[in-house]
């Protein structure tokens, strides 16, 4: 099973990194930040990062708050209102190559849409890649890694993901579905009703999560914007909604992922949006995946996911 997610990270690996330029409006330039406070945050105890010599710091680009250099894992919960609150939750994982995380496009605001929906969510802080200490470097670093991207997404000869594997990632996915289970009670979590959703490479996780991990149980997935390379689909595979724009540089075509889970018959939505390029977050004016969000709760209510 391992083979199968060497093609999803080879395409994965710069995940948010390579949002076009019609995505947003916002200056592309990186500017150092502060650390914001993370209210609510909570450590998940998972370690560190090997050869990590550089802190975790943040930058803002096309207006988002990004986190590089996370080598301590955290979960933020953002709880439904008990007045609307269904039991459903989800855990969201958002995107960055594994090198950052959008912690504001693919993280904040999705939990707080969620949240407002009467779902609970977990924000996933995951450990990263190590990156160079100064942003300058850093954007060198990035640089080489798209010129690696842009040749493997296209590319189907099977490859490493550079920078090794997901078992700091999956540890934390893992840690944080064990952390919400052990406070389903407090939280108001029907742990029969949790979900996992991912943007670019936190899809990846998602997806690594669904196949990989013995310890989570996941009553369903939603990949945003992530690889569509062929799996090998378990036994009591969770029903999957999935959204990508054509013009997003991962999607070349590839419909092998929405195969895979119709031939494992299990339940499967996929919508492919005629522009959004990548990184579209919740959406953004004048694309057609802008709509993405409302589909999803459609199809969790039509499901009976989010039932009072």
Same mark, same amino acid.
Request: net charge neutral.
């Given at each position: 099973?391992?083979?199968?997610?060497?093609?999803?990270?080879?395409?994965?690996?710069?995940?948010?990194?390579?949002?076009?330029?019609? +995505?947003?409006?916002?200056?592309?330039?990186?500017?150092?930040?502060?650390?914001?406070?993370?209210?609510?945050?909570?450590?998940?105890?998972?370690?560190?990062?090997?050869?990590?010599?550089?802190?975790?710091?943040?930058?803002?680009?096309?207006?988002?708050?990004?986190?590089?250099?996370?080598?301590?894992?955290?979960?933020?919960?953002?709880?439904?209102?008990?007045?609307?609150?269904?039991?459903?939750?989800?855990?969201?994982?958002?995107?960055?190559?594994?090198?950052?995380?959008?912690?504001?496009?693919?993280?904040?605001?999705?939990?707080?849409?969620?949240? +407002?929906?009467?779902?609970?969510?977990?924000?996933?802080?995951?450990?990263?890649?190590?990156?160079?200490?100064?942003?300058?470097?850093?954007?060198?670093?990035?640089?080489?890694?798209?010129?690696?991207?842009?040749?493997?997404?296209?590319?189907?000869?099977?490859?490493?993901?550079?920078?090794?594997?997901?078992?700091?990632?999956?540890?934390?996915?893992? +840690?944080?579905?064990?952390?919400?289970?052990?406070?389903?009670?407090?939280?108001?979590?029907?742990?029969?009703?949790?979900?996992?959703?991912?943007?670019?490479?936190?899809?990846?996780?998602?997806?690594?999560?669904?196949?990989?991990?013995?310890?989570?149980?996941?009553?369903?997935?939603?990949?945003?914007?992530?690889?569509?390379?062929?799996?090998?689909?378990?036994?009591?595979?969770?029903?999957?909604?999935? +959204?990508?724009?054509?013009?997003?540089?991962?999607?070349?075509?590839?419909?092998?992922?929405?195969?895979?889970?119709?031939?494992?018959?299990?339940?499967?939505?996929?919508?492919?949006?005629?522009?959004?390029?990548?990184?579209?977050?919740?959406?953004?004016?004048?694309?057609?995946?802008?709509?993405?969000?409302?589909?999803?709760?459609?199809?969790?209510?039509?499901?009976?996911?989010?039932?009072?």
């Amino acid at each position: 099973m391992q083979r199968q997610f060497i093609r999803f990270f080879q395409s994965l690996v710069l995940g948010f990194c390579l949002v076009s330029s019609a +995505a947003f409006a916002q200056d592309g330039k990186m500017y150092p930040i502060e650390a914001p406070k993370e209210p609510g945050a909570i450590p998940l105890g998972t370690g560190g990062v090997d050869d990590q010599p550089a802190k975790e710091s943040w930058f803002r680009q096309w207006g988002d708050p990004m986190a590089r250099n996370i080598s301590t894992a955290t979960l933020t919960p953002f709880l439904a209102d008990p007045k609307k609150a269904t039991g459903t939750s989800v855990i969201v994982a958002p995107g960055g190559g594994f090198m950052w995380l959008s912690m504001g496009n693919e993280g904040w605001e999705v939990a707080e849409a969620l949240a +407002a929906r009467g779902i609970n969510a977990f924000v996933l802080k995951y450990r990263l890649q190590p990156t160079a200490d100064s942003l300058e470097a850093f954007e060198t670093q990035m640089t080489q890694r798209f010129a690696e991207a842009a040749k493997n997404s296209s590319d189907k000869t099977p490859r490493a993901r550079p920078g090794g594997n997901l078992e700091n990632q999956l540890e934390d996915a893992e +840690a944080a579905y064990a952390l919400i289970e052990s406070r389903a009670k407090e939280w108001n979590v029907d742990m029969k009703k949790i979900g996992m959703m991912g943007f670019s490479a936190g899809a990846g996780l998602t997806m690594a999560t669904t196949l990989q991990s013995k310890k989570v149980k996941l009553a369903f997935i939603a990949p945003i914007y992530g690889g569509m390379n062929a799996v090998e689909v378990p036994k009591n595979a969770p029903p999957m909604f999935a +959204a990508i724009a054509v013009d997003d540089f991962l999607f070349h075509g590839e419909f092998g992922l929405i195969k895979s889970w119709y031939d494992a018959k299990v339940p499967v939505e996929f919508h492919l949006y005629q522009n959004g390029g990548h990184g579209f977050g919740l959406g953004n004016p004048d694309r057609t995946s802008n709509k993405w969000f409302d589909a999803f709760m459609h199809w969790l209510d039509v499901n009976k996911f989010i039932q009072h």
